[in-house]
């Protein structure tokens, strides 16, 4: 016969009086680290973690970070180091490295991300295969390894969540819905996975006090949007009038989504995603 387990139902309906909303959205001695962070949405993501009070760690493939980077050193600890999501000995001694400068690891955004654009039919298998090592597996091994410094750490003290850490995923509307014009069959499929993973983790992590939540933003102003804007000139006008506000994302509009998916603000939210998309998933 099974064991039978003991449940404690809670009593005090009063604690939200003593939990002021800022201090729940506070990243103060949390430290973020950002794959994806040298640029673009990561780097954005950066500067949020910074300004609620974060410290950040950017791990990337580019040789070096946009000169934004040095202004977020102005305002936080932030280090960058650089790292192919998809070379997983590299990935694990730069988590070692990290968790030797910082102390610990309290949060993972992970923004490292490509999106191809070419007709399904003209793939050739090793671009593919590319495109899922590092929207996918870049994904999979980085939250593994975050996600096992959080485990030893353990649960921290804060009455509310006592959580042990907070896991982000860049994801895409693109999972949901083909996009216009674009021909993105990998990426679109490689963003689907990593929605799985999100609702996979978000179960089996939460009994560790790990909360994993995505982000799935639609079509946001950065690099690597207007890489493709200067190629197709035409997806320009899908940008702006697919979405039922009429406009691109800045990545501003991304930047609160990130604070309250990692911080005490979150704290029952796991296995859940934020379409911020300017309402294109609904149009
Ligand atoms: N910009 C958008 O409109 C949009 C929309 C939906 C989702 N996204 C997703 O957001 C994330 C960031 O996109 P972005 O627009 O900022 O792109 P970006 O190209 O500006 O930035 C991506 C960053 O990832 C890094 N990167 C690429 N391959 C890597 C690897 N193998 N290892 C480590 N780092 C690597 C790049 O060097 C770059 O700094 C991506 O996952 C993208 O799919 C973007």
């Keep these: 016969m099974a064991a039978k387990s003991e449940t404690t139902v809670p009593t005090n309906p009063d604690s939200y009086l003593h939990n002021p909303v800022f ?27 910074a300004e609620a009070g974060g410290s950040v760690a950017i791990l990337d493939a580019a040789p070096q ?28 001694a ?27 039919l003209d793939r050739d298998p090793r671009d593919v295969e590319r495109t899922f090592k590092i929207n996918v597996f ?4 980085a939250t593994q390894l975050a996600v096992r410094q959080m485990v030893k750490q353990g649960r921290r003290s804060s009455a509310l969540t006592s959580g042990a850490g907070s ?7 693109s999972a949901h819905e083909a996009p216009k014009l674009q021909l993105t069959s990998d990426y679109s499929s490689s963003k689907g996975a990593v929605l799985g993973l999100t ?20 079509y ?32 501003t509009d991304l930047k609160g989504a990130a604070v309250y998916l990692l911080s005490d603000a979150s704290a029952y939210m796991t296995g859940s995603e934020m379409l911020i998309t300017g309402g294109l998933h609904v149009t």
């Design 23 to 49: 201090d729940l959205f506070s990243l103060k001695d949390r430290v973020v680290v950002i794959t994806g962070g040298a640029r673009g949405i990561g780097l954005a993501l950066g500067f949020a973690v």
């Design 65 to 92: 970070p946009h000169e934004h980077y040095k202004k977020l050193q102005e305002i936080c600890k932030a280090e960058f180091y650089q790292a192919d999501v998809t070379d997983y000995e590299k990935l694990q």
């Design 94 to 120: 730069t988590f070692d490295k990290i968790v030797k400068d910082f102390g610990r690891i309290d949060g993972l955004i992970t923004a490292a991300g490509v999106c191809p654009d070419q007709a399904f």
């Design 138 to 141: 870049g994904t999979y091994f």
């Design 167 to 173: 896991v982000v995923h860049i994801a895409s509307v």
């Design 199 to 218: 609702h996979q983790l978000g179960s089996e992590l939460a009994s560790m006090g790990v909360r994993v939540n995505s982000i799935s933003p639609g």
């Design 220 to 251: 946001i102003l950065t690099d690597m949007s207007m890489a493709l804007l200067e190629q197709r000139k035409d997806v320009g006008e899908v940008f702006v009038n697919a979405p039922a506000m009429k406009r691109m994302g800045d990545r």
